[in-house]
């Protein structure tokens, strides 16, 4: 069926694709924070394991908005582990680090998440998709303002 939403369907093509980098990368720092959250030790482990699971299930609420709106643009969402390999940017961690890599690792995630959604703007801005800019523009503070916090816990 036609799609006619004010976007031409290159640009929503293109747009998709961009939002698939990001819900790859949505999905690697998803599945990395849950890794943390199960394996965290050491003195800081309540604290540590109590904010990764309101990361976790923050970032689990964001996939879903990622993948509806790339839905909503006429694409298919990738969706297995294979796709989320190939398409992110944030490196899959095989180990287990000590707790303060783990935030160290959680900071350059939420970070790299944020440059890939930053990246989109252009695009968005072209073919006048406020729809996509202002879904990236609230999954950026939430990245920024997660990193900030997690930073905080390597001060001092």
Aim: net charge negative.
């Amino acid at each position: 069926m036609q799609i006619d939403i004010g976007i031409n369907e290159t640009n929503r093509t293109e747009i998709a694709d961009g939002l698939g980098r990001v819900l790859a990368d949505s999905y690697a720092l998803y599945l990395k924070t849950h890794n943390f959250h199960w394996n965290v030790t050491g003195p800081m482990f309540q604290t540590l394991h109590t904010m990764f699971e309101g990361q976790y299930t923050e970032l689990a609420t964001a996939i879903d908005e990622v993948a509806e709106r790339i839905r909503s643009l006429g694409a298919f969402a990738p969706a297995s582990f294979s796709a989320y390999a190939e398409l992110s940017s944030i490196e899959e961690e095989k180990g287990v680090p000590i707790a303060k890599d783990m935030i160290a690792q959680l900071i350059t995630g939420h970070e790299t998440l944020i440059k890939t959604a930053r990246s989109l703007y252009p695009i968005c801005d072209s073919a006048d998709d406020d729809a996509t800019a202002d879904l990236l523009t609230a999954r950026i503070q939430v990245h920024e303002k997660t990193a900030w916090m997690l930073r905080s816990l390597l001060e001092g």
